[in-house]
């Protein structure tokens, strides 16, 4: 997932020539803001890029091209399939619209990012590896079969699910009705929904926790093994070791590099990410507004 700087999609391009690649949907929102001028349709996109299913995302298009046509045509010049969440492939099993990731781990790093380079990598590696040593026993000592990600997710879809109704005749697909009428089919040998979240992030929606709870199954019992409590630990499972000290590192023969010589004014790096014109400033301003079609906020 990158903000589409040019480095970053030759270098995906040369080095991972096959890997599945995605636009940051935030970026994309402050390209949007930055060419029209236009602070006001920021929940309609966001609505749009984490729509699941194509009959939602249709009518999250013609609902932005109802308002401006000139919007809805500029959106469809990039590839649907790298920001638009009904479009990802649903093998990979992330459904993520953003790189929030990336802005969480640059956060982290962030009073190393003036260091030289050994100091920076010194400080990185003791880091990561005090990190690594704390998710895995927090995954040892963890007393549930699937991750704490995935617990909060279904028990926040259990209050959800609650609400509708099943109707189920034989055989694998179940007919989910909600409040407002919509119909929705889940196959519960696929393990796909109508909504599209099911088969995109490999955790049960609503609707197909209510089908267990109309079957008396575990919800638990049919998430992707991408959130089990073992996946979690081997993710964790590397030792990293600590580096011994300069003094101590073996001869070693080789060109002299010398460093890059630039123009540039000096300067201390800039420490503070440049932040989104549509961010919002308080880390916990959030909204509630459910979606019926998707599930999602
Ligand atoms: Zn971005
Ligand atoms: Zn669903």
């Given at each position: ?31 949007f803001i930055a060419t029209f001028n236009n602070h006001k349709m920021n929940r309609k996109l966001w609505h749009l890029a984490r729509v699941a299913n194509r ?29 638009e969440r009904h479009a990802f492939k649903p093998s990979i099993k992330f459904d993520h619209v953003s790189n929030n990731i990336s802005e969480y781990f640059y ?191």
């Amino acid at each position: 997932m990158s903000d589409r700087q040019k480095e970053c999609l030759s270098a995906f391009e040369n080095e991972w020539p096959y890997a599945n690649t995605r636009y940051c949907f935030r970026h994309i929102i402050a390209n949007f803001i930055a060419t029209f001028n236009n602070h006001k349709m920021n929940r309609k996109l966001w609505h749009l890029a984490r729509v699941a299913n194509r009959a939602g995302f249709n009518d999250a298009l013609a609902s932005i091209r109802a308002e401006s046509e000139k919007v809805a045509n500029w959106l469809m010049l990039e590839p649907v399939s790298k920001w638009e969440r009904h479009a990802f492939k649903p093998s990979i099993k992330f459904d993520h619209v953003s790189n929030n990731i990336s802005e969480y781990f640059y956060s982290w790093i962030k009073e190393d990012r003036d260091k030289p380079i050994l100091q920076l990598l010194e400080n990185l590696i003791r880091k990561i590896m005090v990190r690594f040593y704390e998710k895995w026993a927090e995954a040892e000592k963890l007393n549930d079969s699937i991750t704490p990600y995935a617990r909060v997710y279904l028990t926040t879809n259990e209050y959800e699910a609650r609400k509708l109704q099943v109707i189920h005749g034989r055989g694998q697909w179940y007919e989910i009705v909600d409040q407002v009428g919509l119909k929705i089919l889940v196959n519960v040998d696929d393990g796909t929904c109508d909504c599209g979240m099911w088969q995109m992030n490999g955790l049960p929606c609503m609707h197909a926790i209510v089908v267990f709870m109309y079957k008396r199954e575990f919800a638990h019992d049919h998430v992707h093994c991408y959130y089990f409590k073992q996946a979690w630990k081997v993710t964790y499972d590397v030792v990293i070791n600590p580096i011994p000290d300069e003094s101590r590192w073996p001869a070693f023969q080789s060109k002299i590099i010398e460093p890059h010589v630039t123009r540039t004014k000096v300067s201390n790096p800039k420490k503070k990410r440049r932040s989104a014109p549509d961010e919002p400033r308080a880390p916990n301003a959030t909204f509630s507004k459910r979606c019926s079609i998707c599930g999602e906020l």
